[in-house]
Structures are given as C-alpha cells and as structure tokens.
C-alpha cells in the first residue's frame, strides 16, 4: 500500500512539472521531511530540494503561520532554472513574507511579478501588486 501511495506522489509530482513548474500550491511539510530529498541552499525561510525520485528542483517557503504546510514556489526539471530563480525568489520575497501573512494566491501574483520582471526591485514588486506594506520593510528602505 505505501508503494502505491509513494508511486502516486511521483506521478502527481511528474505531471506537475509539465504542467507549469512555477504553479504556487500548499504542499504538506512531510512530503519535505524525511524523505530523499537534499537540502541544497537556504536563505531565510525559503528552501531548495533536489528531489532525486521526481528528478525536479523545489523551492519551498517556510510559515511560522503554518508550520506543517509549505509553499512550493517552483518544481522544475533544470538545475539551471533552479539555480537562477532561487536567489531572485529569496533576495525579493524576503520583505512580502517578513511583512505579511501570505496564502498561495497571493505569492503567485508576487512570483509572476518576479518571473515578468527580473529587474525589478521588492519595492517596485510591491507597488504593482498591491502590497505596499511590504515599503516598510528595512531592506526595501535601504
């Protein structure tokens, strides 16, 4: 049973990266946590796996709001696109998610931002999205 239960979490996440890799879903901590998957960097509460099972590259965020799910940010099938996304993801997300209390959906508006807009700063992602309380975070000052 639990074969069939971890064959069906490799499909789902399969289908997932040819789906739209950049699709922000809640993901339960488990599927993270004693598994195969390596931590490979780490930059505040956002992490990135390699899962060897799915071969994928998964960005995740951490919430103190819920501790036992997770925001996966990305899966995708490149160690490239991992590694280029990554420190953007980390480097701008930092003032939304330091600030805010953030769901999916809203993340999802900040990512495609980021994705649509690499050049642009956490202060211009929070005026086009609407999330000016974020313009009070100290990195955003600076």
Request: hydrophobic share 35%.
């Amino acid at each position: 049973m639990q074969f069939l239960g971890r064959l069906l979490d490799t499909v789902s996440s399969v289908s997932t990266l040819f789906t739209n890799p950049y699709r922000v879903k809640d993901v339960p901590l488990t599927d993270y946590e004693g598994r195969a998957n390596v931590l490979l960097k780490q930059e505040g509460r956002m992490v990135l796996y390699k899962n060897p099972q799915c071969q994928s590259w998964d960005c995740v965020l951490r919430s103190p709001e819920t501790p036992n799910v997770l925001l996966r940010l990305f899966q995708v099938g490149s160690e490239k696109d991992a590694m280029n996304w990554f420190p953007q993801y980390a480097l701008k997300l930092r003032p939304f998610y330091e600030t805010l209390p953030l769901k999916a959906d809203a993340v999802q508006t900040i990512v495609e931002c980021i994705r649509n807009h690499p050049d642009w700063s956490s202060a211009h992602i929070a005026v086009e999205t609407g999330m000016r309380e974020c313009l009070k975070h100290n990195y955003v000052q600076r």
